[in-house]
């Protein structure tokens, strides 16, 4: 059932008790990097103030900002000599943070997500299709190195090309795949384009999906055709990637790796913790990051820690189901919206195919939303009169949440772009 379970069950004293020793140490080490040296020096930041876990306060935060201003080396606590590992964050805009890791970093990233992988079920009988972009992007190797620790036989069998992973699934009998969420929808389009039922044709038991933000209704959608139960996995690059946060049998809240990061919630506007509960910005500290330490990480990720004790017997706190980013945000007429809203909405109404994008454009010196969408292979066949009554339910549907009255276009099956990678969501041409 457990990996560690002295550590997966440790009493919350206890748990702080470890944290409060690794915290210690971070700080020290940080000192040591040209970003935080100076900082602290110029705070003239004592590290006997930090006498409790909740002191992480006191400490400032870092942003994307600073890991950009002090790119690429400016955040290391070690010799050059002493890191065996690159990673970076898949960011699209401006230039993309970069991560190293000493080889200790290595083996306790790859401890976590055999943690979380075992937590959900994964054990060595099981052959793990990883379905991730391997490079860069942490999703690959983080996932690998992970499942290998395990003992699961490992394909890596990257992004993409989905008829190939459909015939690596069938050939190798696959129990166990990571893939993105958006990417898994696509790809049931495919098994079923290639009169293939992954129900009937496959071995699948379980995934990870992650990456990039989804709904309830969106992994209940993936599970029911793969017949599968999906885990949400949660993390990023900043914090070495995947393993900061995972679903437990429950799935109900992720547990966060708290024996490895301390985290926090602020309001990302005022940047003052939050109560436990409320939502905000998650805000993390590594705990275990001996080559680049990082305090107090704005992750621009919004969410709330759920409170209670989770069934499961695990300690460690739960955070909610990722609802965006704070620079995901729409503000269309006025009103805050986020992706994540439209798409629970659109995987509740049958005949929505597997992809959609929302476009936004300034007409008449006002905002317009249009939602593409599109509709499910085979549904219609034709049917005009069904695609208008599928499309006004649409205009409906998304009305009652957002309170905007969206265009809506519907489109054939496959013929919106997809990334191999996070999907595009928005598409934003209001801004010059
Ligand atoms: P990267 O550092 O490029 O891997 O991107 C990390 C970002 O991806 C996070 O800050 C989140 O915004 C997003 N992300 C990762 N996993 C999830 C998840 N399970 N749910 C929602 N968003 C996620
Ligand atoms: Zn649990």
């Known amino acids: 059932m457990y990996w560690e379970k002295e550590i997966e069950t440790m009493d919350r004293g206890g748990l702080e008790k470890v944290q409060m020793a690794r915290l210690r140490e971070t700080l020290a080490r940080a000192k040591k990097s040209v970003h935080y040296g100076k900082l602290f020096a110029e705070m003239g930041l004592d590290a006997g103030a930090i006498r409790t876990v909740a002191d992480v306060g006191k400490l400032p935060l870092t942003t994307k900002e600073d890991l950009r201003e002090n790119w690429p080396y400016g955040f290391l606590a070690c010799s050059r000599d002493d890191l065996i590992r690159m990673h970076s964050s898949s960011g699209t805009t401006g230039r993309a943070t970069v991560i190293f890791h000493t080889e200790s970093d290595v083996a306790a990233w ?7 992988m075992y937590m959900a079920g994964m054990r060595r009988s099981d052959v793990f299709q990883n379905m991730m972009t ?4 942490t999703g690959g190797l983080g996932f690998h190195y992970g499942a290998e620790k395990i003992g699961a036989l490992v394909i890596p069998a990257g992004a993409g090309n989905s008829k190939r992973q459909i015939q690596l699934m069938r050939d190798f ?16 389009s495919v098994f079923t384009e290639s009169g293939y039922d992954p129900r009937r044709d ?6 990870f999906i992650g990456a ?6 969106m992994r209940r959608k993936i599970e029911e055709f793969y017949g599968f139960k999906a885990f949400n996995s949660y993390g990023l690059s900043e914090m070495n990637g995947p393993g900061m946060a995972f679903e437990c049998p429950e799935q109900h809240g992720l547990h966060i790796w708290e024996d490895n990061y301390i985290v926090e919630i602020i309001d990302p506007a005022t940047q003052k913790i939050l109560p436990e509960g409320e939502e905000g910005e998650l805000v993390a500290t590594t705990l275990m990051r001996e080559g680049m330490p990082i305090i107090r990480y704005r992750t621009k990720d919004l969410t709330r820690i759920i409170p209670g004790p989770c069934p499961c017997a695990r300690t460690h706190r739960r955070i909610e189901r990722i609802k965006g980013r704070t620079d995901d945000m729409m503000i269309i007429k006025g009103v805050n919206i986020f992706p994540i809203q439209i798409e629970k909405r659109l995987m509740e109404i049958p005949g929505v195919g597997t992809n959609f994008v929302i476009i936004l454009d300034r007409v008449d010196y006002g905002d ?16 005009l009169q069904q695609l208008e009554t599928l499309r ?26 997809k990334s191999e990678g996070k999907a595009v969501r928005v598409i934003d041409n209001r801004k010059d």
């Open 110 to 116: 790859t401890n976590l997500l055999a943690r979380s």
């Open 134 to 137: 391997y490079g860069l992007f």
């Open 173 to 188: 009998g696959t129990t166990a795949i990571h893939i993105i969420p958006s990417y898994a929808l696509h790809l049931a």
């Open 202 to 207: 496959t071995k699948l038991r379980m995934a």
């Open 212 to 217: 990039e933000p989804h709904s309830e209704k």
């Open 368 to 383: 317009q939303m249009t939602v593409k969408v599109e509709v499910q292979r085979g549904f219609f066949g034709g049917n």
């Open 392 to 417: 006004r339910r649409i205009v409906e549907e998304i009305k009652t949440d957002i309170l905007i009255t969206p265009k809506v276009d519907l489109v054939e099956p496959d013929s919106l772009p």
